[in-house]
């Protein structure tokens, strides 16, 4: 069996039984398509005949051209279920994975902004023309709902209902949810929706709710330097990410007494465990707070 027909049968499983998102589909592609120029340029085996010592010396190569630690795991996991899929559909005998372990880094925990950081940040875009009204309207539901980012660009104007104050997200998917909004995020939809949004469209059959100045559909990178923009002019200097609004929203909601199930279904998090994140760095914070804070713990 070719590389290119065991990749073919991979990347149908991914499309057709995991659904993957379009990243996480590229991204285990991109680790399974540099495996298989690996075997091509290194050795006289293909991705069906590899060995488990072959697949170890694979990682070595990894290491040893300065992956990071992430990479070198997330190539792994990739391998892994690339392999599994093979030998579950009878390309492969002996799962040549089974040793391979991902190595332990030290999880690093979400970078996230205070109250009063958000505040800051929400407060920035200034409504003084189309471009301000529709960008807090943009921040306002990404962080009243810690929808993705690609989810939030994604959304069509007929996704949201202000009038009942939900968004429905990712609709026709498993990961479709409704998710409430507040009221200052409903006022901020409702006026870019009624005022501003008609002037924009290039097309009155635009079906996308956030356009961007040519009236098409806002664009990831898009959406990442208007963030970027507002975060120099609100002088934050924590480093903020694309989910930076997501993870603080999980984490103020349980900071604030919402349990972990219920931020895992607006989340849209299929496992609990990448929820628990948040707990996690909620006690971190917590710990911080004590240290600082307490007339004993810089005794010692």
């Known amino acids: ?27 285990y592609m991109r ?19 590899a060995t488990e010592d072959e ?46 372990a991902p190595e332990k880094s030290q999880h690093k925990l979400p970078q ?3 109250s009063k950081e958000v505040d800051l940040l929400l407060e920035q875009p200034s409504c003084t023309d189309a471009k301000g009204y529709r960008d807090r309207a943009m ?3 990404l962080y009243a709902t810690g929808i993705r980012v690609s989810e939030l660009i994604a959304l069509n104007i007929s996704d949201v209902n202000t009038s009942a104050g939900v968004v429905r997200c990712a609709p026709n998917t498993e990961k479709e949810r409704l998710i409430p909004l507040y009221s200052t995020a409903v006022k901020a939809l409702n006026e870019y ?21 040519s009236g098409e559909r806002m664009s990831r990178q898009g959406f990442w330097k208007i963030i970027k923009s507002y975060q120099q002019k609100a002088h934050i200097e924590k480093t903020i990410t694309p989910h930076t609004l997501r993870h603080s929203f999980a984490a103020h909601l349980l900071e604030n007494g919402a349990d972990l199930h ?10 609990i465990s990448s929820t628990q994140v948040y707990s996690q760095l909620v006690k971190k914070q917590l710990k911080d707070v004590y240290n600082k804070a307490h007339p004993r713990a810089h005794n010692g």
Not at 3 to 22: D, G, I, M
Not at 262 to 271: A, P, V
Request: hydrophobic share 40%; glycine share 4%; aromatic share 8%.
């Open 55 to 100: 697949l170890s010396e694979y990682i070595d190569w990894l290491k040893g051209n300065g992956k990071s630690v992430a990479t070198v795991s997330r190539a792994i996991a990739s391998l892994k279920c690339m392999y599994g899929v093979l030998c579950e559909d009878g390309y492969v005998s002996e799962n040549p994975t089974v040793k391979l």
């Open 112 to 114: 996230i902004l205070t």
């Open 31 to 49: 680790d399974v398509r540099q495996f298989g120029d690996y075997m091509q340029t290194h050795t006289t085996e293909d991705i069906v005949s």
């Open 139 to 141: 921040l306002e539901l």
């Open 1 to 27: 069996m070719l590389n290119s027909e065991c990749l073919e049968v991979f990347n149908k499983y991914l499309v057709e039984v995991k659904k993957c998102s379009t990243n996480t589909l590229s991204s």
């Open 193 to 213: 929706i009624e005022f501003v949004r008609p002037q924009m469209i290039a097309l009155p059959t635009e079906q996308a709710l956030f356009v961007n100045v």
């Open 262 to 271: 219920s931020i895992q279904e607006m989340l849209g998090h299929s496992d």
